[in-house]
């Protein structure tokens, strides 16, 4: 049974196996001290009315099963029955009691009961948490598994029983359904199959003893006992008479509970009732209680032993009499009642399984039906052993059919909802075994299917809702990052939460999306399956976004998630091929083992001690930030020490168009949409930012309102620094002043031209910014020239377009040389953007075409060098396949020349004229580094003086190096600034070399040894690697001797 159907079937049950019992006992002991000619006094009649209240309706759940019949009313029957028997062991024994001279009154009759019932449960539960735990300790051991539960279930009977001197059975009715509840996944798919068969065998030799040895007694003592059925010669009659009122009391018991029974749990309608009433079967615990009756008559004087035979017989007999007319008529009820006919989609699918199968009965005589030594097979004689597809042969494709009026009938939708979810939890049954989830996720994915399973008929799929509570991002993040808290109270509050919401999601995926697949290659392109599938679709929406969230937010956790996923997998895959080996006769036992307990060994220490997530703290978050990583020490610190950090949920306004500028906004992870009333662009596709952003920079410069709205898009890690501390270290330090500027000048480059600079990452735009940039203050009366494919921001100040009627500027401003056609090439390619595409009422006001603008004002101007940025840009795509001085890889010196390869002296040579050649401001450079490199850049660097050093870019050492082999091959591995030049470029991965693991170099440098991967493109999770083959005109070859 699954646990989900007895919590909704839970109050049906205890009423049938609480009230039910009781009025069955009632029932049963009247009739049998008022009509029995045996002198019983209440308290025998009642005992043996306890005995038979106790169902077991083992032939009917499992018709049940057969047929296809509700699932709630198998759970109904079955479930009561297996209450029930609690409930009449602990009625037994309170009679039992007042049969052999014990006193009881009302008071200690209720005490007795809730002592004995609460107490049973009581030591249930605690067992069973007690072996849950310890089987968290057992690894891959399924003797040991089952070992365990045999030894709990014996061990708790005895202690409750005999120790407690409570319900033993009630103990252990209790321990199975904790196990059901908490324990189903911790049993993998052969040991969970192992365990079932076992326990399968264990009760069906328990039954069959039972059953034998009652009918040992009820032989032996109608053999033997002649006077008893000689002076009551019509106790087979009787029986037949005990029969009729069994029947009768459970009609009355389910008629007096119907009321309740039709609106608690599932409901229950008439035709369901009437099943319930003639699966009132009885069986091994009736049995065996009769007999424990017969062995205490032997020796009591309070019950003679007459009595105990004649308990024994009528209790056999009601047992037999219900298992031959009670269990082989209830088919017919069913038929009787239309509970067993198919609905047309169940139909429809059997159709075309029984299609399938002949296609693949057909496949395999093809494959099988002749070999070199036998010669062909006799198809016809293989047909007729076939039998079962037969009528299948000839008729079209149940695909192919014409679809019915009522195929949308609800019916038909919650049946293939119900077939949907059914295959989504055998697919997290898969995922748990291949690894993909633990058991805790398992757990809770399973109980959302069966909410939704269970909300099937009244709407569309919904298994996502039982999940929402699981998967968010926890509010208390920035209070656990302030740096009181343990780092590990942080790990496992935050990266915990996380970890599980990421399996969750990307389980719920992956689970539907193999669903959708198997359902429709089941009923094809049907109307309501295309209902169902788009309803599946829809459900996956929000987890696919809250892992693009934890993409951009925190990389790390999925990095994690993933690589435990993979271990898992690939040791699971050399535990099959060892496996494998030893099938095919290659390896002996003892080799077998050996390699086996190797990777069992590896296996155990990935789920005891799996990689754990590290996330940053937020000083060093704050310290890589391409703007404060950037600044002289002697202005950052006093910035740190007033910066805020905070985690902002989807759809937050970090601030508005209009208001007044209060502080900056510095994104760390996340992205942010930008839109407003005043601004808006039609061609902005992507108006977002992201990593390495400072956003509201320009409005504090500038003291005035903010320009447009900024609203986070996803899960936003960022800063907020108080717009008087801004200022106050602008003032500071003239070259501050012109970085922070600077900085103002690409947020607009994105807000007020992104046709041009929408798609171009952070690291690009800082590149031009500290490359191909030239920024001015000019005074009134000063002209200003627009060179040829140079784009230029008015930052603040009035400018006049030249000419006599020349239109006035205020900034902010993007001003654009005066040609039809503007072309500007950058990381993603060529753009055109035609004169008309920069007019309009929008944006009339914010792009403007002239080559000359007259100075009315003081002003400050940025020009960007698009030609020259162009050809870095280009430069770049070459050199991103050399490696530059420092990381080149190792090849031995006799290796030098090698076919496909460039001389080293080639990229020296390059190199150096770059180096030479670049003098860009010290401190754009250095956000350009942070902005790329992260902090993986030189930490020293902090210490030197912001104008006087040049800073060299910084080499990366987290990306894997490729050892020296002797063809060797060189390889590119993407980081941050090279993925995003690389995809815009649209560079495309071969696919040879994508699967190539290299070996990871290790660093000894403690500043380089953990990088953060807080890529800001659109690029995914996955490593490229990029195979560089040399151009032919560069080849050089060994002279012969």
Same mark, same amino acid.
């Given at each position: %049974?699954?646990?989900?159907?007895?919590?909704?079937?839970?109050?049906?049950?205890?009423?049938?196996?609480?009230?039910?019992?009781?009025?069955?006992?009632?029932?049963?002991?009247?009739?049998?001290?008022?009509?029995?000619?045996?002198?019983?006094?209440?308290?025998?009649? *009642?005992?043996?009315?306890?005995?038979?209240?106790?169902?077991?309706?083992?032939?009917?759940?499992?018709?049940?099963?057969?047929?296809?019949?509700?699932?709630?009313?198998?759970?109904? =029957?079955?479930?009561?029955?297996?209450?029930?028997?609690?409930?009449?062991?602990?009625?037994?024994?309170?009679?039992?009691?007042?049969?052999?001279?014990?006193?009881?009154?009302?008071?200690?009759?209720?005490?007795?009961?809730?002592?004995?019932?609460?107490?049973?449960?009581?030591?249930?539960?605690?067992?069973?948490?007690?072996?849950?735990?310890?089987?968290?300790?057992?690894?891959?051991?399924?003797?040991?598994?089952?070992?365990?539960?045999?030894?709990?279930?014996?061990?708790?009977?005895?202690?409750?029983?005999?120790?407690?001197?409570?319900?033993?059975?009630?103990?252990?009715?209790?321990?199975? %359904?904790?196990?059901?509840?908490?324990?189903?996944?911790?049993?993998?798919? /052969?040991?969970?199959?192992?365990?079932?068969?076992?326990?399968?065998?264990?009760?069906?030799?328990?039954?069959?003893?039972?059953?034998?040895?009652?009918?040992?007694?009820?032989?032996?003592?109608?053999?033997?006992?002649?006077?008893?059925?000689?002076?009551?010669?019509?106790?087979?009659?009787?029986?037949?008479?005990?029969?009729?009122?069994?029947?009768?009391?459970?009609?009355?018991?389910?008629?007096?509970?119907?009321?309740?029974?039709?609106?608690?749990?599932? #409901?229950? $309608?008439?035709?369901?009732?009437?099943?319930?009433?003639?699966?009132?079967?009885?069986?091994?615990?009736?049995?065996?209680?009769?007999?424990?009756?017969?062995?205490?008559?032997?020796?009591?004087?309070?019950?003679?032993?007459?009595?105990?035979?004649?308990?024994?017989?009528?209790?056999?007999?009601?047992?037999?009499?219900?298992?031959?007319?009670?269990?082989?008529?209830?088919?017919?009820?069913?038929?009787?009642?239309?509970? /067993?006919?198919?609905? &047309?989609?169940?139909?429809?699918?059997?159709?075309?399984?029984?299609?399938?199968?002949?296609?693949?009965?057909?496949?395999?005589?093809?494959?099988?039906?002749?070999?070199?030594?036998?010669?062909?097979?006799?198809?016809?004689?293989?047909?007729?052993?076939?039998?079962?597809?037969?009528?299948?042969?000839?008729?079209?494709?149940?695909?192919?059919?014409?679809?019915?009026?009522?195929?949308?009938?609800?019916?038909?939708?919650?049946?293939?909802?119900?077939?949907?979810?059914?295959?989504?939890?055998?697919?997290?049954?898969?995922?748990?075994?291949?690894?993909?989830?633990?058991?805790?996720?398992?757990?809770?994915?399973?109980?959302?299917?069966?909410?939704?399973? /269970?909300?099937?008929?009244?709407?569309?799929?919904?298994?996502?809702?039982?999940?929402?509570?699981?998967?968010?991002?926890?509010?208390?993040?920035?209070?656990?990052?302030?740096?009181?808290?343990?780092?590990?109270?942080?790990?496992?509050?935050?990266?915990?939460?996380?970890?599980?919401?990421?399996?969750?999601?990307?389980?719920?995926?992956?689970?539907?999306?193999?669903?959708?697949?198997?359902?429709?290659?089941?009923?094809?392109?049907?109307?309501?399956?295309?209902?169902?599938?788009?309803?599946?679709?829809?459900?996956?929406?929000?987890?696919?976004?809250?892992?693009?969230?934890?993409?951009?937010?925190?990389?790390?956790?999925?990095?994690?998630?993933?690589?435990?996923?993979?271990?898992?997998?690939?040791?699971?895959?050399?535990?099959?091929?060892?496996?494998?080996?030893?099938?095919?006769?290659?390896?002996?036992?003892?080799?077998?083992?050996?390699?086996?307990?190797?990777?069992?060994?590896?296996?155990?220490?990935?789920?005891?001690?799996?990689?754990?997530?590290? =996330?940053?703290?937020?000083?060093?978050?704050?310290?890589?930030?391409?703007?404060?990583?950037?600044?002289?020490?002697?202005?950052?610190?006093?910035?740190?020490?007033?910066?805020?950090?905070?985690?902002?949920?989807?759809?937050?306004?970090?601030?508005?168009?209009?208001?007044?500028?209060?502080?900056?906004?510095?994104?760390?992870?996340?992205?942010?949409?930008?839109?407003?009333?005043?601004?808006?662009?039609?061609?902005?596709?992507?108006?977002?930012?992201?990593?390495?952003?400072?956003?509201?920079?320009?409005?504090?410069?500038?003291?005035?309102?903010?320009?447009?709205?900024?609203?986070?898009?996803?899960?936003?890690?960022?800063?907020?620094?108080?717009?008087?501390?801004?200022?106050?270290?602008?003032?500071?330090? &003239?070259?501050?002043?012109?970085?922070?500027?600077?900085?103002?000048?690409?947020?607009?480059?994105?807000?007020?031209? &992104?046709?041009?600079?929408?798609?171009?990452?952070?690291?690009?735009?800082?590149?031009?910014?500290?490359?191909?940039? %030239?920024?001015?203050?000019?005074?009134? #009366?000063?002209?200003?020239?627009?060179?040829?494919?140079?784009?230029?921001?008015?930052?603040?100040?009035?400018?006049?377009?030249?000419?006599?009627?020349?239109?006035?500027?205020?900034?902010?401003?993007?001003?654009?040389?005066?040609?039809?056609?503007?072309?500007?090439?950058?990381?993603?390619?060529?753009?055109?953007?035609?004169?008309?595409?920069?007019?309009?009422?929008?944006?009339?006001?914010?792009?403007?075409?002239?080559?000359?603008?007259?100075?009315?004002?003081?002003?400050?101007?940025?020009?960007?060098?698009?030609?020259?940025?162009?050809? $870095?840009?280009?430069?770049?795509?070459?050199?991103?396949?050399?490696?530059?001085?420092?990381?080149?890889?190792?090849?031995?010196?006799?290796?030098?020349?090698?076919?496909?390869?460039?001389?080293?002296?080639?990229?020296?040579?390059?190199?150096?004229?770059?180096?030479?050649?670049?003098?860009?401001?010290? *401190?754009?450079?250095?956000? @350009?580094?942070?902005?790329?490199?992260?902090? @993986?850049?030189? %930490?020293?660097?902090?210490?030197?003086?912001?104008?006087?050093?040049?800073?060299?870019?910084?080499?990366?050492?987290?990306?894997?190096?490729?050892?020296?082999?002797?063809?060797?091959?060189?390889?590119?591995?993407?980081?941050?600034?090279?993925?995003?030049?690389?995809?815009?470029?649209?560079?495309?991965?071969?696919?040879?070399?994508?699967?190539?693991?290299?070996?990871?170099?290790?660093?000894?440098?403690?500043?380089?040894?953990?990088?953060?991967?807080?890529?800001?493109?659109?690029?995914? &999770?996955?490593?490229?690697?990029?195979?560089?083959?040399?151009?032919?005109?560069?080849?050089?070859?060994?002279?012969?001797?």
């Amino acid at each position: %049974m699954e646990m989900h159907q007895i919590k909704r079937c839970m109050a049906q049950m205890l009423l049938l196996a609480g009230p039910g019992v009781l009025i069955s006992t009632f029932c049963l002991g009247t009739a049998l001290k008022l009509v029995f000619p045996y002198n019983w006094n209440w308290k025998t009649s *009642l005992l043996l009315g306890g005995l038979l209240s106790a169902t077991d309706p083992v032939a009917v759940v499992a018709l049940l099963k057969e047929l296809g019949a509700s699932k709630k009313l198998s759970t109904i =029957i079955e479930g009561e029955s297996l209450m029930n028997d609690g409930t009449a062991i602990v009625v037994y024994q309170l009679f039992v009691r007042m049969v052999l001279g014990e006193s009881f009154n009302w008071a200690a009759i209720v005490k007795f009961l809730a002592q004995v019932s609460v107490g049973a449960v009581g030591i249930g539960i605690a067992f069973g948490l007690a072996s849950v735990l310890w089987l968290g300790y057992i690894f891959n051991d399924t003797v040991i598994e089952i070992s365990l539960t045999l030894a709990v279930s014996y061990i708790a009977y005895f202690t409750a029983q005999e120790g407690a001197d409570v319900s033993g059975v009630l103990a252990v009715m209790t321990l199975g %359904m904790f196990y059901s509840a908490a324990a189903r996944t911790a049993f993998k798919s /052969d040991g969970q199959q192992s365990l079932h068969h076992f326990w399968e065998m264990v009760a069906y030799i328990a039954n069959t003893l039972i059953f034998i040895l009652s009918g040992v007694v009820i032989a032996e003592s109608v053999l033997s006992s002649d006077d008893i059925f000689h002076n009551h010669g019509h106790s087979w009659g009787y029986l037949f008479l005990l029969y009729v009122f069994v029947q009768a009391s459970r009609f009355v018991v389910v008629g007096s509970l119907y009321p309740l029974l039709r609106f608690l749990g599932y #409901g229950l $309608d008439w035709k369901e009732a009437a099943i319930l009433i003639w699966s009132g079967l009885r069986g091994a615990v009736a049995l065996s209680l009769s007999l424990s009756v017969k062995r205490i008559s032997d020796s009591s004087t309070h019950l003679n032993s007459a009595t105990g035979i004649q308990f024994v017989f009528f209790t056999g007999g009601i047992v037999f009499l219900t298992l031959i007319v009670n269990g082989s008529t209830t088919q017919f009820f069913l038929h009787l009642l239309d509970m /067993d006919k198919l609905s &047309p989609t169940k139909k429809r699918i059997l159709d075309y399984t029984k299609y399938e199968m002949l296609n693949r009965a057909l496949g395999a005589f093809g494959d099988l039906g002749e070999d070199e030594e036998l010669g062909p097979a006799d198809w016809p004689t293989v047909k007729k052993y076939i039998a079962s597809l037969n009528d299948v042969e000839g008729h079209i494709h149940p695909h192919d059919t014409t679809e019915s009026d009522s195929n949308l009938d609800p019916t038909n939708l919650k049946d293939i909802r119900i077939r949907l979810l059914n295959g989504v939890q055998a697919a997290y049954w898969g995922m748990l075994d291949e690894g993909r989830i633990t058991q805790i996720t398992a757990n809770i994915l399973m109980k959302s299917v069966e909410e939704a399973i /269970d909300s099937a008929s009244h709407g569309p799929l919904c298994d996502w809702k039982g999940l929402k509570a699981n998967v968010h991002f926890p509010s208390y993040y920035r209070f656990l990052q302030s740096g009181v808290w343990p780092r590990r109270l942080v790990t496992y509050f935050i990266v915990g939460r996380l970890e599980s919401a990421c399996y969750i999601c990307a389980a719920f995926l992956r689970a539907h999306r193999i669903a959708r697949r198997k359902l429709h290659d089941f009923i094809g392109d049907s109307e309501i399956a295309s209902t169902v599938i788009s309803e599946s679709k829809a459900e996956g929406e929000e987890a696919r976004e809250f892992l693009e969230d934890v993409r951009v937010t925190f990389p790390e956790v999925l990095r994690v998630v993933k690589t435990r996923q993979v271990t898992y997998s690939v040791l699971n895959h050399l535990i099959d091929y060892v496996q494998h080996l030893e099938m095919a006769g290659l390896l002996e036992e003892k080799e077998m083992l050996h390699l086996q307990d190797a990777v069992q060994t590896d296996l155990k220490r990935l789920l005891r001690n799996p990689p754990l997530v590290k =996330i940053p703290k937020l000083t060093d978050l704050i310290s890589t930030h391409p703007v404060l990583g950037a600044l002289p020490s002697t202005v950052r610190e006093p910035l740190e020490g007033s910066t805020k950090g905070t985690m902002k949920p989807r759809g937050v306004a970090l601030y508005k168009e209009g208001s007044k500028p209060n502080g900056v906004w510095l994104i760390s992870n996340g992205v942010v949409k930008w839109g407003g009333n005043h601004i808006r662009n039609k061609h902005s596709l992507h108006p977002t930012f992201t990593h390495g952003s400072t956003l509201g920079i320009y409005e504090v410069l500038v003291e005035k309102p903010y320009i447009c709205d900024m609203i986070t898009d996803s899960v936003v890690l960022c800063f907020f620094v108080e717009s008087d501390k801004i200022l106050s270290a602008a003032r500071s330090d &003239p070259a501050v002043e012109d970085f922070l500027w600077k900085e103002s000048a690409i947020v607009l480059a994105k807000v007020l031209l &992104p046709q041009i600079f929408e798609k171009m990452a952070m690291q690009d735009l800082r590149a031009l910014v500290s490359d191909r940039s %030239m920024m001015g203050t000019h005074i009134r #009366g000063e002209t200003i020239e627009l060179p040829h494919h140079s784009i230029g921001f008015l930052l603040e100040g009035y400018v006049k377009s030249h000419g006599l009627h020349g239109e006035l500027i205020t900034s902010p401003a993007a001003l654009l040389p005066s040609h039809g056609n503007l072309s500007f090439g950058h990381a993603n390619g060529n753009q055109s953007i035609q004169s008309e595409e920069l007019t309009g009422s929008k944006s009339a006001s914010f792009s403007h075409q002239r080559s000359w603008y007259q100075v009315e004002t003081r002003s400050r101007v940025i020009i960007f060098d698009m030609a020259a940025f162009e050809a $870095d840009t280009a430069m770049r795509r070459i050199s991103s396949f050399v490696p530059h001085t420092g990381e080149h890889l190792h090849r031995p010196p006799s290796k030098e020349h090698e076919l496909m390869s460039w001389p080293d002296s080639f990229y020296k040579a390059k190199s150096q004229k770059d180096l030479e050649n670049r003098q860009p401001n010290s *401190l754009s450079a250095r956000a @350009m580094q942070l902005s790329i490199f992260g902090s @993986m850049v030189d %930490m020293q660097w902090r210490t030197r003086a912001s104008s006087s050093h040049l800073v060299q870019r910084s080499q990366s050492m987290s990306f894997p190096r490729a050892t020296s082999f002797k063809s060797h091959i060189l390889v590119s591995v993407k980081s941050e600034g090279s993925t995003t030049v690389r995809k815009n470029l649209g560079i495309k991965r071969p696919k040879s070399a994508s699967n190539v693991p290299i070996p990871l170099q290790q660093n000894t440098d403690r500043n380089e040894s953990h990088a953060l991967d807080d890529s800001s493109d659109e690029s995914g &999770p996955e490593d490229d690697h990029i195979i560089r083959i040399d151009s032919p005109s560069r080849l050089s070859f060994r002279q012969a001797t």
